[in-house]
Structure formats: C-alpha cells, structure tokens
C-alpha cells in the first residue's frame, strides 16, 4: 500500500510518519482488512529529516507543481493524508498563498486522486475557523459554515469540494476538523492559539512564557498523539459510516487556562509554573473569546473517535514524545 | 458608467439589459446617488440580438476566456451582474464543465474585479441549491450551506468567495439567492422545476403540458419581473446594509401547485387549464418535494426587497412581457 502525506515534514506529518511505520498497516478500503504499509511519501516545501525507515520518500516540493504532484499521485495510491496549509495568519497576510495552497493546490490533489481512477481515500484535515459570526451555544458537525477569515473560507471550500467528489464517486474523503493542538512542540507561531502550547511547552523547556488571556478562558484542546489516533482512526472508518455528511469535528478536552496551568504543576512543579508572566492581550482575547464554546461531539465519539483523558496526559504526553528533542 | 452582464444573452440578461436601459441610471458607488448608465456589455457564449440601443455592447465569447475577460473588466467598470452559469442538470451530468463555469470563471472574475483596482460591486445570483440534506422548518439567511448537488457546491464556494473578496476589500459584492423562477419564457428545459413555469406558459401558448407533482405541493416563486426588480434592488444597496452577511435569500410567494392552476383559470379561462395532463413523476417528486418548505425573509424585506404580489399578477406579467413573442 502506497500513503502520501502533504506538509510532510510539519510536525503534524512527522508524528503521522512515525506513528504509521510504527503501525506498519493501515485499513484503507472498503473491506476493512489492514494491509501492510509498502511507502510513504512525504512532500513538503523542505524535505524532512531522515527517519531511517526505506518505507519514507521525503520529496521537496511546492504541492502547487502539477508535474511533481502527477508523478506522485498516480492509481497505485491508496490514502493521502493532506495536512499542507497556510495556516491562519499567513493565509490573512498574503491572500494569494493562501488561496494558491490552502485552495488550488487542494483542489489540484483532489484531481489528480480522481484521475488515478481508484478512488482512494483522502483524509483531509480542517479546522473551526469554518465557523464564525454568531456560532450557536453548542457546535455540532450540523453548524453552519460562516467563515470569517481567508483560512477559513479556504478551508470551508476545501470541505465542501471533498464532499462533492466523495458524492460522484471520484474518491473517498473524510474530513476532520481539528480542536485547538497542544502542546505543540517547536517554537512559538503568530497564530492566536500559541499561547495554548506556549504556556505549557515554554515552561516545561526552562524558559519564560506570557499568557495573553483570563484564566477562567475555556479552551477546546487536542494533544498531538490524540490527533494523530484521531486521524488514523478516521481513515481507516468504513465510507459509509459516514454516509453523505464527510466531516467531522472532532473530539476534544474543554479546558480553563487556569487548569491547564494547575495540571502543569502537578506534572512539573511549581518551578515550572513560576515561568508564567499575566499579561492579557485586548486582540488575542477577542479572537480567542469568538470561537465556539461548546460542541457536541457525539457524532465523533460514535465512530470511536476519543479525545485525550484529561489535561494531565496532554501535559505528560508532551514531557514523552517532545520534550526530549527539545532539550537536545 | 460601464456594467457588465454575464450570462447577458440569457432571458434574465436580455431581460435585465432592457431595464437597465428603460432606468438610465443606477446607484452602485457608496454615495448611494444614481448615475447615468452609459454602457452595457452583455457577454454569453452567443451573442444576445440586437436591442437597438447604442449602450449596448454584445460580446460573443466563453466567460473562462481570461483574455477576453481581462479586455472587458477593467478600471472602468462600475457594477457586474455575474448571471452566467450551468445549471444544475448539466453541471450534475459535466462536472467539469460546471467547475469550469460556476467555479473557476466565477473566481476569474472576481479576481479580475480586484485586479481592476477600484472595488466595483459584483451581484452574483446563487440558488437554493446551497441548501440540503435536513433544512429545518423555516429557512433563513443564518441556514447551513449543505448543498447535494454540484451546482449546489459551486453556487456555495461561488458565495464564499464573494464574502471574503468583499471582507477584503477587493470588490462590493452583494448574493441574491433567487427562488424558483415562474413563469420563465421560451422551451421547457431539463430543470426538475421546468414544470413550475411549463404548467403556466403552455397552456398560454396554446399547448399542452404534464403536471408532475401533487398539486398540494408547495412551490417558491418569483416572476421574471420580481427577479429583475430584486436583483436591482441587490444592487443598489448600500454596502453597509448587508456588513459581513452579503447573501439574501430573495423573497418569493409560497404557492400550491392547485393555487397557481386557479390562478390560470381566473386569468385565462377553463380552455387554458384544460391543457394540462395530470402525470406524476417520482424522480421530480423526491427532487422537488426536498425543497425547503418555508422561509423567513424578513432581512430582504427589511431592506425594502419585494416578492410578486400574488400568483395573479405573476400570470399577468407573463402575458404582459412575453406571450407576444412566444405568439411571434
């Protein structure tokens, strides 16, 4: 079996990586049967580092290539986990990135999967930017599609393409919408959520970190090895388990800032804790305040989809998979 | 100032060509003032006929022509009415035609509307077909975008990217999403909704006709002279009326099949009704019978938009505008 994976050498990609060579095989077809892993290519604008396994082909390269991306999308395809994007802020910044990856190079891959001819799957990750404007009191994958930024709508018409050619027929897609990721290893970004790992990651790494909101700010909150079980989990669903509804939103763990902080102390001290600085920021807030408070996320959950035990095991998860590179 | 009119050969092109021209002037610059009109490009695959009236400028071409279309919206053009598209029938059996015209011309011309500079309005026409799956009881401009059907998703990608090309500031776009149209003029075509003007205009024209439905089914309906008021309406709005949410569900009249019949009789007599055979056809039931039921459009009343008064009159209208020329 054949596996591409966009944004290959993000974090996201690697964990997948890893975490499939590890598994070895996945169930990628209509009869559930789990086949073993024969490759997996990695593209992404830089090549990933090695990761020792001559299962991985790490391809550097812009997925807006036609030519590239035909040579690597062909019918021995089985699965493509597309995870490239310009994420939020850059997408705000520079219209036309945005619209040439998060838009046209997404359209592009669901082309050329149709073309292969095999209809494979196509697992395609997305996010609650789709909502926006005046989100109800509890989001369901019912909730309408309002999206108020370019990454957002960009997002949105990424979704409804895939639940049009899984309709005709041309692939199967499944589309999961991601809850906030933390602890994000890596350094911090521009995006509005940073701080949602940051305050974590920072502190567990012996260096100073601000949180920019009120602690009694709820968080809907995803660890990386939860989104990765939750990924694989929704491409190895049976198609019809989803029936003509593709997207999901998927599990995640409410949680205050102020508990978070609490379940970092209980894994790592209050000398971790002290490494916080209170400093609210108006525009952070008012971003961060506007996304949906409460979901229901029974449909996920249904499927066997889980979210992470509590804040604790999101903490201790990052302290086992992360924190030892980062200290290195 | 310079309009231009896809889809312009179209017979609610032709029909808005004309009422442009009897109006002379339109508002579309925020001041709100009206100005003279002085010219009008209607372009469609075929050239429109001769309207006898210098303002006009019929162009022959394909609107995915970017050069042609590069040549025709420029910095002088003031106000587009983005008619043009395939609808759902063969946008359902061409696929790529209908992305070739509901999606990527549509994103042509909005990207050439940027590039012009000068933030014109752009009035696109969208559909109910963005609606689907369970609708709830009484549809309104915050329902779900759920469209079942490839015009339906290219009609909503269409939307989202009027929304954000105007939260940008790029263009001025205003959606009117159009009812079902009756009593549209000319040939029956393959819409599952032809019947809705077919029942009306055959018997007009002294021909018969099939009523496929149960004639307690009720129908959302809009003349051609109502389409052509709302879509003026649309677009002299002032931008602010509509701020983040630019799609109006336009109103229409909700009327039973039996209500439009008596209609016909009390205008053109028992010869006329006498003209319709009664037939029902499953596949057109199960299309039709999906549509949403009831709406709520108070936000387009309140912006002063209008449905027909009663089917009477939309009778009248047809026999009015345009049984001389389907009598010529």
Request: proline content about 10%; cysteine-free; charged content about 20%.
């Given at each position: 079996m054949k596996i591409v994976i966009t944004g290959g050498a993000g974090f996201l990609g690697q964990k997948l990586a890893r975490r499939l060579l590890q598994l070895g095989q996945i169930a990628a077809a209509d009869d559930g049967v789990r086949r073993s892993i024969g490759e997996i290519v990695l593209i992404d604008r830089v090549a990933g580092p090695d990761l020792g396994d001559k299962r991985i082909r790490n391809v550097a390269a812009d997925i807006t290539d036609a030519g590239v991306m035909k040579g690597l999308i062909g019918?021995?395809?089985?699965?493509?986990?597309?995870?490239?994007a310009i994420v939020s802020g850059a997408a705000e910044a520079d219209f036309d990135l945005g619209m040439g990856i998060n838009l046209d190079a997404s359209r592009q891959l669901l082309d050329l999967a149709r073309a292969a001819g095999r209809r494979p799957r196509v697992v395609f990750t997305s996010s609650v930017a789709v909502y926006g404007g005046v989100v109800p009191p509890v989001v369901t994958d019912d909730t309408q599609l309002n999206p108020r930024s370019s990454y957002g709508v960009q997002k949105a018409i990424g979704e409804l393409l895939l639940t049009d050619y899984t309709r005709k027929g041309f692939i199967d897609g499944r589309i999961l919408r991601l809850p906030t990721i933390s602890v994000r290893p890596g350094a911090p970004n521009k995006a509005a959520s940073s701080f949602a790992s940051g305050i974590i990651r920072e502190p567990l790494n012996g260096q100073p970190t601000v949180c920019p909101v009120a602690t009694d700010l709820k968080l809907w909150l995803l660890s990386p090895r939860g989104a990765i079980d939750s990924i694989i989990a929704g491409a190895e669903l049976p198609s019809s388990a989803l029936g003509d509804k593709r997207a999901l939103n998927l599990p995640g763990l409410s949680v205050s800032v102020a508990e978070m902080i609490a379940a970092l102390e209980r894994v790592a001290g209050k000398a971790a804790t002290d490494r916080i600085a209170y400093q609210r920021d108006p525009a952070i807030e008012a971003i961060v305040g506007s996304w949906p408070g409460a979901w229901d996320i029974s449909r996920a959950e249904g499927l066997g989809l889980k979210a992470d035990p509590d804040f604790d095991a999101i903490v201790r998860a990052y302290v086992e998979d992360d924190l030892p590179k980062a200290r290195a």
């Open positions: 019918p021995d395809v089985d699965l493509i986990f597309h995870l490239a």
